[in-house]
């Protein structure tokens, strides 16, 4: 009987569906492991082998877990809202759920085929309401709640409510927008409307006016990851900063929290470090320099107090709202002109540029407040409006970016007398464009003598004391920006009443997307939903019209697969307690600055309301690597039709061309494919080498544009499913990238016959019932601890390279005994499923394989009765001998001596010394 993979992968496929194998419930008889994939955006153009990495290692671990005795909940869903579907259904006129849909059943499709251990029942897709229904519901909560930095938990709007009307603000330590004061009395006096608009600054959902990435050909707010160099990434368009009032969420709030977390997680270093950059936790002191001849002031943060006396300029933000204020008339133009072109870089451009020095004098001075000193007051994009306070004091003395402004724009250089132990922060700052190596020289009169942090600590209090700043933690992370003007999102479930924003009463979720003529914005420039016809509440009240972004349905779609089907709760109670949180979570490192920090604040918010058992989602989480194309060229002469082989390609003037990857075979090129791919090349004619057309190849990111993009469809087509799980997994380490190529993939599927021969031979079924013998024994459980441990590991690829060593092994010692082959199947099941169900039936199980159990290992059998050992004369190795592991040295040297093999080597020689090294080496010295 031959492998034939085609037939009996759809026949597993339809069994394991019909028959409902994968699904899962809550079974508090068994262990919970709860394996999450990070679930993909459907495009149109379906997926490539490098999506199916990280599915593929899930799966695998999934199904070691469940033969290992867990229960194990391994669901599958869809990141549905986006504006790719948006911008199609704009240019063809067709609504964005039917182009979702069409690109949903691609995937589920696609998915299918590989054999994914996914419970389908637990299945979501953000576009469903079903499924928006909770993430409404979420942004109710978020806007009825506030922060308390005390209790380090959110808390009740109402019950904040209850407190400015007994004793105002007095005592308060809250998450804000900004650091408001008032009496009781004062509170009362305030009209509804007042009230609410301070009820804004403390909503962990919050409205306010807040710098956007705009662009106005697609018409709406853009995240930072959608811009790059001042254009959209879909589209090119241009892009600007922009103030708009938009819905934001106040994720700062969790900063310190969202760090300690990361202490009780297992996660990568470098993905903490990154977490932890982003979150930017930093001490320092906030102090207030006064404008020259102005009521205005101006805070600054600053991690170094004690560096104040050698500030010689300060910077604003060019957002800041003091740059108009502080702006002299001569200096206006010059002004409004950097303005303008500051707005054409996003935010992670200006922080990622830090060779490109820009700026302009706003032709104000400030005072500093130690000193006295005027100093100059500039406006330059290397300060962002959205850390600490969106000014600072320059001290280019000690920080590199300060210097290269400073030097660029001939400003002063100060240092100030360095503290014992100190270092100076670039060494670039020190150079012969400085008048001398010390520049100018400060001295503090409170820092002599004292270590940098003695010293830093000295003059935060002196600040204090002098009553001219106050000592802070700032956090680089900022609130979530959560409008965006599109029409396929979820809906805000707001309306406004007075220029007030409400939410929707629970009872009237989920608040679903009406039809509109097109998915452009109105002609009065409001978002597409502004199109809408009767878009508003019972009582006339106008409903929001922007949408959520991409990650509002993707920060809580983990818990929602603990209990799809709920209609009361975002997750029962029975399934909270028992599935809790996430076991392992598999995905890519591009989130670790985006969905892992906004799944992480959902879920603290959520547990600080009692909706969910656990403070952090993701127990463990690894990210895989890049699957890289492997790109083909071919050779065309120039100005002709004609194409040149590889290694000819230097005997002529030629143009390299990407050729599709798919007409091309361990690098020779299928001509004939290759004259019907484009009609340019339908009369094309080849110069050969030997016969054949040899293309060139190169590793790139697997891209469309350059051909290099491989369907899996068609590798399944060729090898099947279990290849293509198995040569994925191959190609190297999960965490590392590595270039696809299909040259390779001929080994894996000899693999797989290879395996299927150790049960027939011809059509013949050969397993027989016969004792095994202590060899085969040996080759069983040694490969049963190997792959124990690197399936621990997640170190799948030399899983593969085990089992191939293992097959290899019995097929030298012709084994067909069921002691052995049946274990086998169970350590290869997880990894080549489809194989391994047929084979096991095939074995007389009427139970799938997913059920059967993790082999355990016997060590005795590991035990080595005897042992090899090389035998050297004189160091040179002559030949080798077969002795008992528990033979003593004198019996080894005398069974080498009388070994035939030795007398050669003896003959005519006195021994004069035997070195043994017991289970390894025996060396005689003769002379």
């Not at 290269?404 to 700052?429: C, K, N, S, Y």
């Not at 097959?807 to 084994?815: I, R």
Request: proline share 5%; charged share 25%; net charge negative.
């Amino acid at each position: 009987m031959e492998y034939n993979f085609k037939e009996l992968e759809q026949k597993w496929q339809k069994h394991w569906s019909d028959n409902k194998v994968y699904k899962v419930e809550v079974d508090n008889s068994r262990p919970k492991y709860y394996v999450l994939d990070m679930f993909p955006y459907p495009s149109g153009a379906g997926l490539h082998v490098g999506h199916p990495l990280g599915y593929i290692a899930s799966d695998i671990y999934s199904r070691y877990k469940r033969l290992n005795g867990f229960n194990v909940l391994h669901p599958m869903g869809y990141d549905a809202y986006g504006l790719p579907a948006e911008q199609y259904a704009i240019q063809t006129g067709q609504h964005p759920a039917i182009t979702t849909e069409n690109n949903l059943n691609r995937y589920r499709e696609q998915l299918d085929k590989i054999g994914f251990c996914y419970d389908w029942d637990r299945e979501v897709k953000t576009c469903d309401p079903d499924y928006y229904h909770w993430t409404q519901w979420a942004f109710i909560q978020m806007f009825k709640h506030y922060y308390c930095n005390q209790a380090k938990q959110a808390r009740p709007i109402s019950e904040l409510v209850e407190v400015f009307g007994k004793t105002g603000t007095e005592g308060l330590d809250l998450a804000c927008s900004e650091e408001l004061s008032f009496t009781a009395e004062e509170w009362k006096a305030k009209s509804d409307k007042e009230q609410q608009t301070i009820l804004l600054n403390y909503r962990l959902a919050y409205l306010a006016d807040t710098m956007v990435n705009w662009c106005p050909a697609l018409g709406t707010v853009l995240a930072n990851d959608e811009v790059k160099e001042g254009l959209s990434v879909r589209g090119g368009h241009p892009v600007e900063q922009k103030v708009m009032r938009q819905w934001s969420l106040r994720v700062s709030a969790y900063a310190e929290r969202l760090l300690d977390g990361l202490n009780n997680v297992d996660w990568s270093d470098s993905l903490k470090e990154i977490q932890r950059n982003w979150i930017g936790r930093s001490e320092g002191a906030e102090m207030t320099f006064k404008v020259k001849e102005s009521d205005v002031e101006m805070e600054i943060f600053t991690t170094r107090a004690d560096t104040v006396y050698g500030v010689t300029f300060m910077v604003l933000a060019p957002e800041s709202e003091l740059v108009d204020q502080l702006t002299t008339p001569e200096q206006r133009a010059a002004v409004d002109a950097y303005i303008e072109e500051t707005k054409k870089r996003t935010e992670r451009e200006r922080l990622a540029e830090v060779k490109k020095v820009t700026g302009v004098f706003s032709g104000a001075y400030a005072i500093n407040p130690l000193t006295n000193e005027e100093i100059p007051v500039w406006i330059s994009d290397y300060v962002l409006a959205g850390y600490g306070t969106g000014a600072i004091m320059a001290v280019p003395a000690h920080d590199s970016r300060d210097f290269a402004f400073a030097r660029h724009f001939e400003l002063p250089i100060r240092q100030v007398v360095i503290p014992v132990g100190a270092e100076e922060t670039d060494p670039m700052t020190w150079e012969d464009s400085i008048d001398s190596k010390e520049g100018t020289m400060v001295n503090s009169g409170i820092i002599n003598g004292l270590d940098v942090q003695e010293a830093i600590a000295k003059t935060k209090e002196y600040i204090a004391a002098k009553g001219i700043g106050k000592v802070k933690v700032n956090y680089r992370l900022r609130d979530a920006i959560f409008s965006r003007q599109r029409y396929w999102g979820e809906p805000f479930p707001v309306y406004y009443k007075d220029d007030m924003p409400y939410m929707l009463d629970e009872s009237k979720l989920p608040l679903t997307l009406p039809e509109i003529d097109k998915y452009l914005p109105t002609e009065q420039g409001e978002p597409p939903l502004g199109r809408a016809k009767g878009w508003e509440t019972e009582e006339g009240y106008p409903l929001e019209l922007n949408t959520m972004p991409g990650f509002a349905g993707s920060s809580a779609y983990y818990l929602r697969y603990m209990d799809p089907k709920n209609k009361e709760k975002l997750v029962g109670e029975e399934a909270n307690k028992y599935w809790q949180d996430v076991d392992l979570y598999i995905g890519g490192t591009e989130h670790a600055t985006g969905h892992l920090i906004y799944s992480r604040f959902w879920n603290k918010f959520l547990f600080d309301i009692g909706e969910v058992i656990k403070d952090e989602p993701y127990k463990k989480l690894i990210n895989q690597g890049m699957i890289q194309g492997r790109s083909n060229f071919v050779y065309r002469k120039k100005g002709t039709n004609t194409f040149v082989s590889y290694n000819l390609r230097n005997e002529y003037d030629v143009q390299e061309i990407h050729v599709d990857v798919n007409i091309v075979r361990n690098d020779e090129l299928d001509m004939e494919a290759f004259k019907k791919w484009s009609p340019d090349y339908a009369n094309a004619e080849f110069i050969l080498e030997d016969g054949k057309y040899i293309c060139g190849w190169a590793v790139e990111k697997m891209s469309k544009s350059m051909y290099n993009v491989v369907n899996p469809d068609t590798i399944i087509a060729d090898y099947g499913a279990d290849t293509l799980r198995l040569y994925e997994m191959f190609l190297g380490p999960l965490e590392q990238s590595k270039p696809w190529d299909t040259n390779g993939i001929d080994g894996v599927h000899k693999f797989l016959r290879k395996t299927w021969r150790l049960f027939y031979k011809d059509d013949a079924f050969v397993v027989s019932d016969e004792k095994a013998t202590p060899d085969e024994l040996k080759v069983l459980h040694r490969t049963i601890k190997k792959i124990t441990e690197d399936v621990e590991r997640f170190s799948f690829n030399t899983c593969v390279s085990a089992f191939m060593i293992c097959v290899n092994e019995l097929n030298d010692l012709k084994c067909t005994k069921r002691e052995i082959l049946e274990p086998l199947l169970a350590l290869l099941a997880p990894f080549a499923p489809h194989m391994s169900e047929e084979l096991w039936h095939a074995l007389g199980h009427t139970t799938t394989v997913c059920d059967t159990k993790w082999p355990q290992l016997n060590e005795s059998y590991l035990v080595e009765s005897s042992v090899t050992y090389p035998v050297s004369f004189n160091g040179k190795m002559r030949f080798k001998i077969d002795l008992p592991a528990d033979m003593s040295n004198a019996d080894i040297e005398k069974s080498v001596m009388e070994h035939e093999s030795a007398a050669k080597w003896l003959e005519g020689k006195t021994v004069r010394k035997v070195i043994i090294v017991p289970k390894k080496i025996i060396n005689i010295v003769v002379g």
